[in-house]
């Protein structure tokens, strides 16, 4: 599998509403979530395709039609195929149960494992990656189990255990359940008591009441995105483990299991969805409504012309975001590949010392400050912060992120008091 951070227009895309990055949701649904299993009936069809008289059923989860994903997508393939796609939107394990019983050409769903043994007992004949998006932990700002900036999703929960700070699960066996369950079970956990509370509610209602009790919950990041537009107080504290990654594939059911299963045209849908066009559209789709992707495109098409972006995503180091003409982030080669210069400067113990690494000031060029803004605050890898009225910064020729012997970068800004000199910076937040 390839390194599964968030591509890089991802992260340009998501630094203004979010921090970090990271790719792997099991319900992305932004506004409104459903909780209700629809009935396996077909829901979407276009009547002039329908005159062709050609159908493909998918089966597919709630998520990639509650959050719209279809509706945006599916008119294109009717248009351009003749072909109606009748949607039935189930959970996962339910589409894949479909597929199983030859109640479906093609699945489209997020269930990795479920996928692979699917494909290996035999019941699909081709199967693709077509999307990702990721879960993240978060909950109220003042963290009372601590858990904050940590890389290992099964150990911030086994803190929240052990501190029995609340814990809404959706408690619905859905695909963010399933995940979160898997967490647990990593964490050798196995969450009982007053703190865990077990919802059974769709993703917005359990963002909704966790807000509401200062606790902690497992959300998808796109339904966690829309919910910061609509106010709340929830902070992402933990993400970017692999164990938080959520790829979805698309499956052709095997024709084996009766005539009447159309594989031509599963062909025909698994080949439109994995090609370049409705990837691209994937790529913006809820950039207009929630300021970031609500699934990062993933085909394997896509990543072939796509590779840059991979190696961008792979490690973003260092990066400007805030109030800027275009946030920016680079990889800690990138970085190191501009032009260098050296800086002298005195640190805390009156010690003068030569520091090499890249100008301040030609970083913000690339990033461009609006006019109004103000300020700029450095943010550590350790959390710590340094904050600097923006003309002081733009007017030091020689304030420089150094490079550090350990591997990432330091802020050296020679005359400046010791706590603008933020050892480890990873991003430079403009205000
Ligand atoms: N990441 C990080 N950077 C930091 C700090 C910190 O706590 N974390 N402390 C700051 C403060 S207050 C000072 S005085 C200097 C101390 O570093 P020096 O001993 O190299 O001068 O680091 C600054 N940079
Ligand atoms: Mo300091």
Known sequence: MKKWTYGFVVVLLALS???GCAKPAATPVPAATSTVEPT???????AAAADEGQRLILATTTSTQDSGLLDYLLPDFEAETKIVVDVVAVGTGQAITLGED????VLLVHARAREDAFMEAGHGTRRE????NDFVIVGPKADPAGIKGMKDAAAALAKIAEAKASFV??????GTHTKEKAIWAAASVEPAGD???SAGQGMGAVLTMADEQQAYTLSDRATYLARTLEGTDLKILVEGDPILFNPYGVIAVN????AHIKTDLATQFIDWLVSLPTQEKIAQFGVDKFGAPLFTPDSTAWREAHPADEQASGDVALKITGMVEQEVGWTEDQVKAMETMDAESTNKAGEVSTYTGVSIVSLLNLAKPQADAQTVVYVADDGFTGEVPLADVTACKDCIISFRNQGGFSVVMPGFPGNVQVKGVVEIQIK
């Not at 030859?102 to 050409?105: I, Y």
């Not at 024709?255 to 009766?258: D, F, H, L, Q, R």
């Open 169 to 174: 699960s959706r408690g619905d066996d859905s």
């Open 102 to 105: 030859g109640n479906a050409d």
């Open 129 to 132: 990656d077509v999307m990702y």
């Open 195 to 197: 703190w865990y509370i």
């Open 17 to 19: 509403l979010i921090a």
């Open 40 to 46: 396996p009936e077909p829901t979407a069809t276009t």
């Open 255 to 258: 024709p084996n299991k009766g």
